[in-house]
């Protein structure tokens, strides 16, 4: 079962999407062995937040051979794309993990330390819904992998 951590500062509040996490977690569980993390947000004035939210993150992703950060200006993929690329990743053992930042983004020091960036879309959703998506995508990608009838 492949590795896949996703870090996300910040907690489900509404029911309905936490209901949506628990599903494709569950719908997950054949595919791949996921660890999610939540992390409190930081408090006080925004560039200080951000620069101690890295900090944080730093060690978390230590170990990982390709941490990802959910960013606007990331690389957009579509379904198919991210399936080859999440392919190539397992092929070659790679650990990965999925970062959704707070609602100020990323550090732009620590964002600049990190290469692979994913864009969900152009559009600005809740940080409760990206987290939603990005489980959805995992599952859709993993499912094209194995040719499964899922994605259509």
Same mark, same amino acid.
């Given at each position: 079962?492949? &590795?896949?951590?996703?870090?996300?500062? !910040? %907690? /489900?509040?509404? =029911?309905?999407?936490?209901?949506? =996490?628990?599903?494709?977690?569950?719908?997950?569980?054949?595919?791949?062995? /996921?660890?999610?993390? +939540? /992390?409190? +947000? @930081?408090? !006080?004035?925004?560039?200080?937040?951000? %620069? =101690?939210?890295?900090?944080?993150?730093? &060690?978390?992703?230590?170990?990982?051979?390709? &941490? *990802?950060?959910?960013? &606007?200006?990331?690389?957009?993929?579509?379904?198919? @794309?991210?399936?080859?690329?999440?392919? +190539? %990743?397992?092929?070659? !053992?790679?650990?990965?993990?999925? *970062?959704?930042?707070?609602? $100020?983004?990323?550090?732009?020091?620590?964002?600049?330390?990190?290469? +692979?960036?994913?864009?969900?879309?152009?559009?600005?959703?809740?940080? =409760?819904?990206?987290?939603?998506? /990005?489980?959805?995508?995992?599952?859709?990608?993993?499912?094209?992998?194995?040719?499964?009838?899922? $994605?259509?």
């Amino acid at each position: 079962m492949y &590795p896949v951590g996703v870090i996300a500062f !910040g %907690r /489900l509040r509404l =029911e309905p999407c936490r209901g949506l =996490e628990r599903h494709y977690l569950d719908m997950l569980r054949p595919y791949a062995r /996921l660890e999610l993390t +939540e /992390l409190a +947000e @930081g408090k !006080g004035d925004p560039a200080r937040q951000l %620069r =101690e939210e890295a900090e944080r993150l730093r &060690p978390k992703l230590k170990a990982v051979a390709c &941490p *990802v950060l959910l960013t &606007p200006e990331g690389k957009l993929r579509d379904s198919e @794309g991210l399936a080859k690329w999440l392919g +190539e %990743r397992m092929d070659r !053992g790679e650990s990965l993990a999925f *970062v959704i930042g707070s609602s $100020h983004g990323f550090d732009p020091g620590f964002k600049a330390e990190v290469k +692979e960036q994913l864009s969900l879309s152009p559009l600005t959703f809740p940080h =409760e819904l990206s987290r939603v998506m /990005l489980l959805e995508q995992l599952y859709r990608a993993f499912t094209i992998l194995r040719g499964k009838d899922y $994605h259509k």
